[in-house]
């Protein structure tokens, strides 16, 4: 079996988007005809981490960076699954308000794949953010839905451990890795740091693994945060620290 097939035929479509179910290494191994390592410390109920692919190709270099950390998640470990938004639109927040005045816990509008994030993340301990790079930013898709998920369903992502990843040709990483890592700081989310920042160079498909600095970069991430993730649970559920009721200041009154 080639490698597309077995992509179509080991992965779930939803809503335009492709989700890659964990094991992911297992799938990885049975996609070269390979045993799985069994010897992957894989517990029967592990800490997950949701990855979310924002590129729309589904095996370009965001994916290979992603499919890196995935693989090094498990071996310590870490459940690990990567969400693929697809090539169909995420629509941005429009700002209507309803998630909240109605308490939906997640976004008003179901026509694409952020609910289907949304409920992911909800039994998700930690979070990765990928994204291609665009004119010094992050894809425009990745953004709108990492918007709309931390403001309907901010308590499914508030205190977890969260990493970004940006993948480009030649410049702008450092720009868009920058805005990747904005919402995470307003949310109380450790974020998680590597060797480097969690940049990796590649254009045609395939390139990023030739990265050998970027690819360890993204093991020292998967490492820092199984690490991370483990003193949070050691105690099992984590007793994250009591908040201040939210004080907002306007620069214009």
Known sequence: MDRRTFIKKSTVAAVGGLLLSTPFSR????ENGEEPDSSL?????PMKVLLINGSA???GNTFTALSEAAKQLEKNGIEAEIVQIGAKPVRGCVACGQCHARGLGRCAFDDDIC??????MGSADALIVGSPVYYGQPNGSVLSLIQRLFYAAGDKVRNKPAAAVC?????????????LNMPFQMMNMPVISSQYW????GMSEGQAALDKEGMQTM???ADNMAWMLKKIHADGSPAYPEREPGQMTNFIR
């Open 27 to 30: 799938l990885l191994a049975r």
């Open 41 to 45: 410390p894989l517990d029967k109920h």
């Open 57 to 59: 190709r589904r095996k």
């Open 115 to 120: 609910n289907t994030v949304v409920e992911k």
């Open 167 to 179: 993948v480009c040709r030649r410049g702008g990483a450092t720009t868009a890795f920058q805005t």
């Open 198 to 201: 969690n940049i990796v160079y």
């Open 219 to 221: 093991r020292t991430m």
